[in-house]
């Protein structure tokens, strides 16, 4: 007897503990629970936490957390007929669970259903643009706009249909087909190349335009330069005249002595040999000296020209092996004959 009160109270702790287990729902933070009876929902639990059902009823559990679907790219036509290879994400989570049981039930349908949902939506917004104000640079891009309308389209639909909040839909990827993308590339490295070139010649032309302007400047600037330094040196060589002309009247003998020393110095060197009379005044520095002053006049009566030929042989004649102070050479004068000067140092 007390063997089957045992065994009976035993039992009832077992169904106690499967009716607790069966009866109990825990709810974690990450979820949104329905309580069903035989299918049919009847009670909706959002706090996380330990709740009770009837052992009858089931319960399923929903993910309320932000969902992520990256569905694979597809073909799209643009309003000029370029077609484009257009991948996209979408996020979303579940807003109204009651509408989401009665119509898809299922995270898995749920994503299937918005993958199409929001396909044929950018399909119609791709088709109202243009492929060159998608892929403009700048502020100039509809991109984002696109992106937006297609939020908001599939967002209002979606919520309406199936009970889910979509957050976003972007682009992922926006490219032509594999099949065409080597010659597309190559039509735009072509058309690269074009503006480059044109780029480049009208770069060329802006530089000989350049170029010919300081041409000008330069040409200009020479002129100018060259006008100057002609004036320049022309005042120079008049002031130069001048100073020769007063050192002149000062000691015309002293200045013809200095003009007689710079033609020897440019006319005798080392390979330079003069044959001059006896009687040469280009040999009379060398053969006399430096003439007294009072004797300037028998000299320009002697010298040839001025008088007779009794008059140049009755002139005295220069010692033999003379050499003038401060000038390289020698000088033989035999009586009668003609004078030899060899420039330049004796060997």
Known sequence: MKHRIRLALASLAVITALTIAMSAVVVDQTETVYVTEFGRPVRLIEEPGLHWKWPWESRRGFDRR????????????????KNLEVAWYASWRIADVQRFLRTVRTMPDASARLEDMAAAVLAAELGGRELSQLVSVGDQSLLDALTGDVTR???????????????????????????????????IRSERQRVAAATRAEGESQARIIRSA???????????????????IGDGEAQATRIANEAHFADPAFYQF?????????????????????????????????????SDKPDRENSPGSGSAEAAAA???????????????????????ASTVAGGRKP
């Open 66 to 81: 932000l969902q992520l679907d990256t569905p694979p790219a597809r073909e799209m036509l643009t309003k000029d007929k």
């Open 153 to 187: 389209r599939v967002a209002e639909q979606a919520a309406q249909e199936y009970g889910l909040e979509v957050v976003g839909v972007r682009l992922r990827r926006l490219n032509y087909p594999e099949e065409v993308r080597a010659a597309v590339f190559e039509q």
């Open 214 to 232: 300081a041409d000008r400047d330069r040409a200009t600037l020479i002129a100018q330069a060259e006008s100057d330094a002609a004036r320049l």
């Open 258 to 294: 200095l003009k007689t020393l710079e033609t020897y110095r440019a006319a005798l060197d080392a390979r330079t040999t003069l044959v001059l009379s006896a009687d040469s005044r280009f040999l009379r520095l060398l053969t006399q000296g430096v003439p007294d002053p009072g």
């Open 315 to 337: 002139a005295p004649l220069p010692p033999a092996h003379t050499t003038a102070p401060g000038v390289l050479g020698s000088v033989s004068s035999p009586k009668g004959a």
